[in-house]
């Protein structure tokens, strides 16, 4: 909230109270409220009972989230949706629904309680909160993971209509998702490629939950879903690889070794596709943080164009362009030499 009324400590107090509102919006994401406002204005008590949670303190999440214009109070007191919160509604072409929700969840909010400590050492505590990596973490907890699967694919549909209609697919006959999750990218890049086949690689759960969210698809006979992991292998003999959001999750030493995992299974005349933001000095806020985000999470960082051509070039890659589109995230693309 950036009022020209409010002074600078009155702005410093709702940035260090800013947590409080994700949170909150973590948890009316979650509970699907927005969803119930879709056909209009309601009050908390009609909210409460179809959500199934407490009146009186969903009536002051709401109010606290209606004066950042989350929401709309109306003079009646009711409440409804604005241009804001129409993103956290499980429809929206662009919702953002489970990446608020999954963002708020253990394994992404505890490790923050430490950002002094990554501060003091420079390194993630993760391990320190969680006990295990965040991928461990959310093996064991299916709840979470699979929030966190939902918000990879909201993450998906942000990034889908830029991705592609600012590449050209149609050369490729086959394409490999690394780290694919459910397939949410890939499933829109065959849409618009009909002779194309893709193949979602992920670990064995995650490739159990996709095995069931592609099931009714038509475009499950085109997929072939296979399981392992990309630090020891990939599927052989692709035209093209793709990476989204995967390289930002990982220091250097990681991303190499998933670089050359994809060197060794990529032919000649391949092409590998990166989807992460590019970290610039004008990129939006969001960026920045989601860089501080990973290093907090688990050591991982966004990239300048330079540090992503320094690391594919020492994995056997020439990066052939890096560009924005209008999408969270830029395209990399790189061939092998």
């Known amino acids: 909230m950036n009022a020209p009324d409010i002074d600078p400590i009155g702005q410093m107090m709702n940035l260090v109270l800013a947590y409080c509102r994700t949170q909150g919006i ?47 109070r109306t003079e009646d007191g009711r409440f409804a949706l604005t241009p804001l919160s129409e993103g956290l509604t499980t429809d929206h072409p662009r919702s953002v629904r489970w990446l608020a929700a999954a963002m708020c969840d253990h394994a992404h909010w505890a490790p923050w309680g430490k950002a002094y400590e990554v501060l003091m050492e420079g390194k993630s505590q993760t391990p320190k909160v969680l006990g295990a990596s965040p991928w461990e973490y959310l093996s064991g907890s299916p709840e979470e993971a699979g929030r966190f699967g939902q918000a990879m ?10 991705i592609t209609s600012s590449y050209d697919f149609s050369g490729i006959k086959h394409l490999v998702d690394v780290g694919g999750s459910r397939g949410a990218l890939l499933l829109d890049i065959l849409k618009q ?95 920045h943080w989601l860089d501080v985000h990973m290093l907090v999470l688990q050591d991982g960082k966004e990239r300048s164009p330079q540090e992503f051509a320094a690391l594919l070039a020492e994995a056997g890659f020439e990066m052939t362009q890096a560009v924005a589109i209008p999408a969270p995230v830029a395209i990399i693309e790189a061939k092998p030499v």
């Open 193 to 287: 490629n009909p002779s194309m086949r893709g193949t979602v690689f992920d670990l064995p759960p995650v490739i159990e939950v996709t095995e069931k969210a592609l099931a009714d698809s038509p475009l499950r006979s085109r997929v072939d879903l296979v399981a392992g992991s990309f630090f020891e292998s990939v599927p052989e003999g692709a035209d093209a690889y793709m990476l989204k959001h995967i390289l930002h999750d990982w220091p250097d030493e990681e991303c190499l070794t998933i670089l050359r995992t994809i060197r060794r299974a990529i032919p000649p005349h391949g092409r590998l596709l990166v989807f992460d933001a590019l970290l610039v000095p004008e990129a939006p806020p969001w960026a």
């Open 26 to 72: 973590g948890a009316i994401a979650r509970l699907g409220v927005p969803d119930l406002l879709r056909d209009g204005p309601r009050t908390a008590a009609e909210l409460a009972q179809e959500a199934g949670c407490e009146e009186g303190a969903l009536r002051r999440f709401l109010g606290a989230l209606s004066a950042e214009g989350v929401f709309q």
């Open 153 to 162: 694919t909201n993450m998906s549909q942000q990034a889908v209509a830029g």
